[in-house]
Each structure stands twice: as C-alpha cells, then as structure tokens.
C-alpha cells in the first residue's frame, strides 16, 4: 500500500548553538520540549553549517546547494538568482501547501520586504527581526501586535528600538536592563501561532503541507521577556571558553575584534565585560532558548491534538551559531569556532523514523532538501549538491557514517564587517583547517588533543606535513563540492 505523503514542520531558529538543548547535554538550561522530540527521532550530534551567516546558510539548505554556487553568499543581496530553485518550490509543484511564519531572507530585508524569488510558499506571514523598522504593514508581526492594540515601542525594554542602520536607534523607555516584550506578545509567539493557523487551515484537505517557522531567537540583541530570565540564575551560568594569550597566534580579525566588540565593534568588546556580564549573556542567551522550547512545545501538543503527529516530519535546527564570548568574540563573523558552525539538527517522525537515536556522522546542512525530496518521493535534481540523510533516519545506514568532511565559508559575507575574509574550512571529524585565501594567516585544530581549539597549530613547524596535506583536501573538497550540475549533461556533444 501507497504511503500516505508526510506534512513537514521545519523549524529553524537563528544562530542558536549545537550545545543548547538539554538532553544532549546542557544542564545550564531546561528544554524539554526539544528534548522530547530528541526522544521520539533521531539527533545528528555533529551537524554543520556550510556559512556562518544567515543568507548564504538558508540559500544553502533550501536549495540543497552550497553557498557559493547559489551565488548567494553573503548578506544584502537585492536580488536571488532566477536560476536557483528551492526545495519548498519543488515541494510545491508536486502538490504540497507551502507556508512560512517569521525571516526568510534570502535577500536584503533592510529598510524594505525582502524580494521574494518564486518560493512556492502559498502562506507568508514575514517578520525579519520584531523591530517596527518597515513601511506599514511589511512586518506581519507587527500588524498582528497592532490588531492587539497595542504598540511595540511602548511593550519593549530593550536597547534599541530600531536596527534599521548602524548605530541603532535608542530607545527612549531603556531602563538599563534589556527585557523584551512579554512572552505571550513575542514574535517567536506569534511564528507559532500562525503556523498553527496555516496547519489548521489545511486541515484535512487532502493535500500534503509543509511550514517553515524562522523565528528571529536566539538571535541578539539578547531580550527575552522577564518572566523567562527570572528562571534562570546569572551565577549558575558558564563562563565562556577563554585562555590567556590564546590569541597570539590567531588571525589578526580575531584579535581586532577581542578588543572593539564582535563583528567589527557592534558588539560588546570581551576585555571590557565582567565574569557576572559574561555570565548574564550566557543567561539571557539560554532564556530566549527556553521560551523558544516553550513555543516549541505547543506547535507540538497541536500536531498530538489534531492527530497530525504520526505522519509529520518534524525538523528542529538553526542556520547558524553564535559565539557567546568564546575565544574573546561574540556574534558572528569570519570564525569558523565550533559555536559558530555546529549547530543542533533533530528530525523526528514516529511513524517513519528510528526513535531515540543519536547520530555522530557528519552532516551538513545542505543534505536537508535532498532528504526532504526523498521523503515526498521526489527525484531530486541532478543539480543538488547535498546528499539524502533518509538511509540514517531509517535505519538502512549506520549512523556513524554519512561523509568523510563537512565544509563551510566566509566569502565577503557581511558589508562593513570582515569585507576582506574570503575563507573555507575542512573538518574531518578530528582535524579542522581554515584557509583565508590570500592571506599569510590560518588555524588548524586537532580536536582529539585540543576540542576547545585554544591551540592554533598552524605556525607549528611539527605540523608542517598535517597542514599541507589538509591545505590540498580543503582545496579539492571547496572544488568538488561546488561542483555545478545544474546544466545537467545528457550527451557526449
């Protein structure tokens, strides 16, 4: 008998670490939501990101395609390629109701909705970041807090009440303290809800659907409501991880930033931030993660409640990381740190799939649409570059082994931060090298001796042979990954 097709909830949050849920050990924060679907699927532990940034990460995984090939590699584009074709648009064609609550952004949203290229979402509910900085009416969010009657600048507490342009804009009602809306008017509130909204609305149908929920948590400015911050205790949290004088070998962007602030001064600089301001970040980092555990939850009991669980495939992952003030940096940039590109990736169907596995292959982020396809029954494209996870989430493969490396990129990535950094890195699982194209400067890792990467080895005359024999398999993975077939060879001329 023909199976039924499978709904899809993707939900992906923005720059959230690997090391942020609970169950795969955490015991600074509380996600039980998460790790309940941890339970009931399967967990890739070393899951990669192919960009530290979020266009040219989401371009990734929603074509099944490395950034650089989609020609989406960096942030502020004003346009995406004609000649890329996303996952959710092939889903689409062959049947699927497509919707999305919250960013998108494949393209520039700065003063302006992002021009949307032919998605195949037949539902958008688009809201960027929460701030009111568009046109009336572009920030669907905000519309819903104003059919609320209420105002967002008046509701807020944090800093900033604009992100429009750089330095931001004050916020005349800022106490000191950062604390954002209350949790029942936040937007990762509002993504649930209107997922919600677009899956009761295809309700019985007939008709496959899919959602995509991009909330803007856990990204910074760090504002979670209050009620969530008073869960957890500023003393309980971690410290970064940082060892004296571990910058001395380092790129000298790193250094720049450890004394102005993360990506080129926007951020807070490491030396001037006590143990207790390190640990209140940590704080506030780990909050808004709980209340989007917490939102989690209900788009989840919904699924039980409507006896949609069984036959939906739940994605629960992150475009990105972020720093936390590990290695004197915070935020994002041209860092190729574990915080930054291992990212948390947990998939579940109860109906489909093995329950309770933890997977340590490596895997990327781009082997998403090719494992979406497979499940529709859909031939994917001969132009996707990503390989199907389907055989680990089965149990027709191993789950030890899915490739040899993973790769990610920095190329140009953020206008007026480390516009100079083109960079690619190799990570086989124990050695992760960085190259800065055109630069004299590098790192090298070995995470069997040195998992934290506090030792760069790549000025080490011992590891001389170890760096040029990774400095090749970097060059020929960046090459053959980025290998286009788009054009789709049939014949010999």
Request: charged share 25%; proline share 7%; net charge negative.
């Amino acid at each position: 008998m023909k199976q039924k097709p499978l709904n899809i909830v993707w939900f992906c949050t923005d720059q959230q670490r690997w090391d942020t849920i609970h169950s795969l050990g955490n015991p600074y924060l509380h996600t039980p939501n998460i790790d309940r679907l941890v339970e009931e699927g399967v967990a890739f532990t070393r899951a990669y990101t192919q960009a530290p940034i979020c266009t040219p990460s989401r371009s990734c995984f929603l074509t099944g395609r490395y950034p650089r090939t989609t020609k989406a590699f960096f942030n502020g584009n004003d346009t995406y390629s004609k000649d890329e074709t996303l996952v959710t648009k092939l889903l689409a064609d062959s049947g699927y109701v497509c919707g999305l609550s919250g960013k998108l952004h494949l393209t520039s949203a700065q003063g302006r909705m992002e021009k949307r290229t032919d998605d195949g979402y037949a539902y958008m509910q688009w809201s960027e970041h929460p701030n009111d900085d568009w046109p009336g009416g572009e920030n669907d969010y905000q519309n819903w807090l104003r059919a609320k009657g209420l105002k967002w600048a008046d509701i807020y507490g944090g800093k900033y009440t604009s992100m429009a342009s750089w330095p931001p804009t004050p916020n005349p009602n800022f106490t000191g303290k950062t604390v954002g809306v209350p949790a029942q008017y936040h937007q990762t509130t509002w993504c649930v809800e209107k997922a919600i909204e677009f899956m009761e609305q295809n309700r019985g149908k007939g008709r496959p659907w899919l959602i995509s929920l991009n909330p803007y948590d856990p990204h910074p400015p760090l504002d979670p409501p209050q009620e969530y911050k008073d869960r957890l205790k500023i003393e309980d949290m971690p410290l970064p991880l940082w060892k004296d004088g571990e910058l001395d070998n380092k790129p000298p962007h790193q250094k720049k930033d450890f004394f102005q602030g993360g990506q080129d001064g926007q951020a807070e600089p490491f030396p001037a931030l006590t143990d207790d301001d390190k640990r209140e970040r940590f704080r506030d980092y780990y909050a808004e993660i709980e209340l989007v555990d917490d939102q989690f939850g209900r788009l989840m009991r919904y699924l039980e409640e409507s006896g949609e669980k069984d036959n939906t495939l739940v994605i629960f992952m992150s475009d990105h990381g972020e720093m936390g003030g590990d290695h004197g940096l915070y935020w994002k940039g041209a860092y190729f740190y574990e915080g930054l590109v291992h990212v948390p990736l947990v998939m579940s169907c109860p109906s489909r799939l093995k329950k309770g596995m933890r997977s340590d292959a490596l895997v990327e982020l781009v082997d998403i649409a090719p494992t979406l396809l497979e499940f529709a029954g859909i031939n994917a494209p001969c132009c996707m570059q990503g390989k199907s996870l389907l055989p680990i989430l089965t149990g027709g493969a191993a789950p030890h082994w899915h490739k040899d490396s993973v790769y990610s990129e920095f190329y140009h990535c953020l206008k007026g931060s480390h516009e100079d950094i083109y960079a690619t890195m190799y990570y086989d699982g124990r050695y992760k090298i960085v190259n800065y194209h055109g630069k004299d400067f590098g790192e090298l890792y070995d995470h069997k001796t040195d998992p934290e990467e506090f030792c760069n080895l790549w000025h080490e005359p011992a590891c001389a042979p170890l760096k040029a024999e990774l400095i090749q398999k970097n060059f020929d993975s960046a090459v053959m990954k980025n290998m286009d077939l788009s054009m789709h060879q049939i014949n010999e001329y």
